[in-house]
């Protein structure tokens, strides 16, 4: 574990950054209409802000092969560091044909609105099968992850991204902390430990890590329910929201 001045490190030592200046925002939008576009799902989107804000560190973009394969078959980036899911921008031959390595993409939320830029350094095809069996351990499409990679295009978009600008939670703002802001938070309360829990079902941990728990004590449980194109429907945040409002 290394030593970090908020605590501990970042996974692999370094809390990226990927949200656009001012004056890269600028730029990147007075090319709008000339750059190449790819539209992103929920899924892919959510991708794209995790990494922008460090919440996928050390990663700066979608994977390249050379990341990419270890992950599948070791759960390891190429310079060793654990990881276990593949984090991929996915499309279909069609819309990779005509994009050029090396170039800027422009990338669009599921509404069409203009939200981050692709530094295309790579593209590459990938075998579904065995991405699927390697990280879920089947390839039974009624698994949902397993559905999600079978469902998704054919060919593999690489390379750094940059967010155009982090927007609020539409219905839970003052709960969306971002990596840099959770560290500050936790450096400036004193707290010297945090028990994290991400969870689909912000009831399961309460019991368990409760008993880990004492009056006065300065370990303090943080709660991350999964959302975004993991999880579909608002309840999970809605739980949370209860639950920090009747017991924190």
Known sequence: MTLH??????????????LASPDQQAQFLGQADTLPRVSLDERAFSDLVMIAIG??????????KADY???VTDMRLANGLPW????????SETI?????????VRLDDPSGRFVGVLELEEKYTYDKTREAVNVYRTDDENHPGVKVVYDQGDVN???????????PHPLFPAYQIDPAASRAMFRDRNWTTVVGFQTRNPHTPRPRIHPEMR?????RAVFAPAGGGYQVGRYPRRCAHALLRNHA
Do not use: Y
């Open 96 to 104: 990779a044909a005509p994009l050029q390595e090396g170039s800027l």
């Open 84 to 91: 276990a899911i593949p984090v991929t921008l996915s499309v």
């Open 55 to 64: 919440g996928f560190s050390p990663l700066n973009g979608f994977m390249k």
């Open 215 to 219: 009056p006065g004590d300065r370990r």
């Open 69 to 71: 394969d270890p992950v």
């Open 157 to 167: 978009l690489a390379g750094p991204v940059w967010l155009l600008q982090r927007d």
């Open 5 to 18: 001045k908020d605590g501990i490190a970042p996974h692999g030592g370094t809390l990226i950054d990927r």
